[in-house]
């Protein structure tokens, strides 16, 4: 089993960026312990980060060659980007969205996520562990699909 992990734009400054919202943690370190919980759960993943829409509609597009579930964190795309939310729904891959912070307790505008209508589920508020849960949840999907 193959996923695709995506982080959006901005997540590569994270361990520096805002740390009272995001934490300390780098993107590195994230990434590590998705690889980790890859092992542990017998996947395999693929980790890109990408500041531009473009970038992540292609990665998205790419999916269809080979990975059965993605995870994306779609960070400020979340909230407008109708581009992405369209390609999610286009490739028809099981898709869980998820944010390090809790977007619903923040400001009114994070509150409504154009993707998560077309994703499985979303997992908001728990650091670096949303990615944790996020996986594990794409994974119970794919194995009862
Ligand atoms: C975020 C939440 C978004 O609102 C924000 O624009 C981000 C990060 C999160 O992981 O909490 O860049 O997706």
Do not use: W
């Not at 080979?66 to 939310?85: E, Q, W």
């Not at 891959?93 to 998820?98: G, K």
């Amino acid at each position: 089993m193959k996923l695709q992990i995506i982080h959006g734009p901005n997540l590569n400054l994270l361990g520096s960026r805002e740390t009272s919202v995001y934490g300390t943690e780098s993107l590195d370190s994230i990434n590590k312990k998705c690889e980790a919980l890859a092992q542990e759960l017998g996947c395999e993943i693929a980790t890109d980060q990408s500041n531009s829409e473009s970038d992540i509609i292609d990665i998205i597009h790419a999916a269809r060659q080979g990975v059965d579930g993605i995870l994306i964190n779609p960070g400020a795309f979340t909230h407008y980007s109708y581009a992405i939310r369209d390609a999610v729904a286009a490739v028809q891959i099981p898709t869980v969205e998820v944010h390090l912070s809790n977007v619903h307790s923040r400001e009114k505008f994070r509150h409504k996520s154009v993707i998560a209508p077309v994703a499985a589920g979303q997992i908001s508020g728990f650091g670096a562990d949303s990615y944790l849960l996020g996986m594990r949840a794409l994974v119970g999907l794919i194995k009862n699909a």
